[in-house]
């Protein structure tokens, strides 16, 4: 009762600091004059959008982790206190918690590296794709590194079959894995309110399937990450008076792989992250078939949520879509948690 009572306690903090951050920061980032440059490349109406501040990722980002900084500590005293018995968190599983909320600290860097380009610089491109590519190869095999370092690194647990060591292939895979996927949640940052969205099922999952598996803190670590996206949506939602730009949407990709990994069953994250894989794949389909075929097209934009704007889908009805499909992709994942 006392670990549901500080998951609430992270989640209510993420949610009021971000919330109540809004009423500071984008008053201030409209003063500075960062504003969303809009690229020709994106449906003709979201030029209306021109001008919205952007890099709002650091509301969440400071809530998030005011909530983290406060109930984490909190709940490692109860644990140590005997105050909570009904746990599984070794050392090694603590080394994860810390670790993946670094490694997400400095993938919003890189973001906020990437967005100071563009609005500050007036440079429209940011980062060139070798440069952020490099940035997120090296801070993800860190913190593979770490992962190593702590022990039992390779073993990880596979619905119907339990705990599997899968040697060193585990390195690669996951190298290839988190980099892809925290590239597709920035993908997902598109139209308003959809990235925030679908993060927040993510993490309602990733609190359930912790809880689960007596894992707390990363409990706690999800709801925090709830809370965060659910407080960026009271700015964030259509019509958004804010973006969380590149330094929001790289962090909570770091996240996202800190929660499956922090649970440690990585094999979800295809799963649990349905829409970010949708939202790259479209992508890579279309970018390859427009080569193949010398001009032609699967989908009528890219990102897939762009397809379905132009199909006549209005943002509202696009984020609720996909954020149901997370959910039932959840829902899914749950399931096949209770078959370890």
Excluded at 184 to 203: E, K, M, P, Q
Excluded at 205 to 233: E, Q
Excluded at 312 to 336: H, P, Q, R
Aim: proline letters at 3%.
């Amino acid at each position: 009762m006392t670990e549901t009572l500080i998951s609430l306690l992270a989640s209510a903090l993420a949610f009021g600091v971000t919330a109540l951050l809004g009423k500071v920061v984008i008053p201030w980032l409209h003063k500075l004059k960062y504003g969303q440059t809009i690229k020709a490349i994106g449906p003709t109406w979201h030029e209306k959008k021109q001008g919205t501040p952007t890099m709002g990722g650091i509301m969440f980002i400071a809530g998030i982790m005011t909530a983290m900084l406060v109930c984490l500590p909190l709940y490692y005293y109860m644990v140590k206190s005997g105050h909570i018995t009904s746990y599984y968190e070794t050392n090694a599983y603590w080394i994860r918690v810390i670790a993946g909320i670094i490694m997400s600290l400095l993938f919003g860097a890189v973001g906020f590296l990437d967005d100071y380009i563009k609005v500050v610089k007036k440079q429209n491109d940011g980062l060139t794709p070798s440069q952020k590519m490099i940035l997120m190869i090296l801070i993800t095999c860190a913190y593979l590194a770490t992962l190593a370092l702590s022990g039992d690194a390779t073993m990880t647990t596979i619905p119907f079959f339990g705990d599997v060591d899968i040697g060193f292939l585990f390195y690669p895979v996951s190298l290839f894995m988190m980099v892809g996927f925290v590239n597709a949640v920035n993908l997902t940052d598109g139209i308003d309110g959809l990235c925030s969205s679908v993060t927040f099922f993510v993490a309602i999952v990733f609190i359930i399937i912790a809880g689960m598996r007596n894992m707390f803190g990363m409990s706690i670590f999800s709801s925090a990450v709830a809370g965060g996206c659910m407080g960026f949506l009271v700015w964030n939602f259509f019509p958004a008076k804010v973006f969380m730009g590149d330094t929001g949407s790289l962090f909570l990709g770091g996240l996202f792989c800190a929660m499956a990994y922090g649970v440690n069953m990585p094999i979800l994250i295809p799963l649990v992250g349905i829409i970010y894989l949708c939202e790259a794949g479209s992508v890579m389909l279309q970018v390859t078939y427009f080569k193949l075929t010398h001009g032609k097209r699967i989908f009528k934009m890219s990102p897939i949520h762009h397809h379905f704007e132009m199909s006549g889908w209005n943002e509202i009805k696009i984020v609720w879509v996909f954020s149901l499909v997370t959910l039932a992709a959840g829902i899914c994942a749950v399931a096949l948690t209770r078959a370890i």
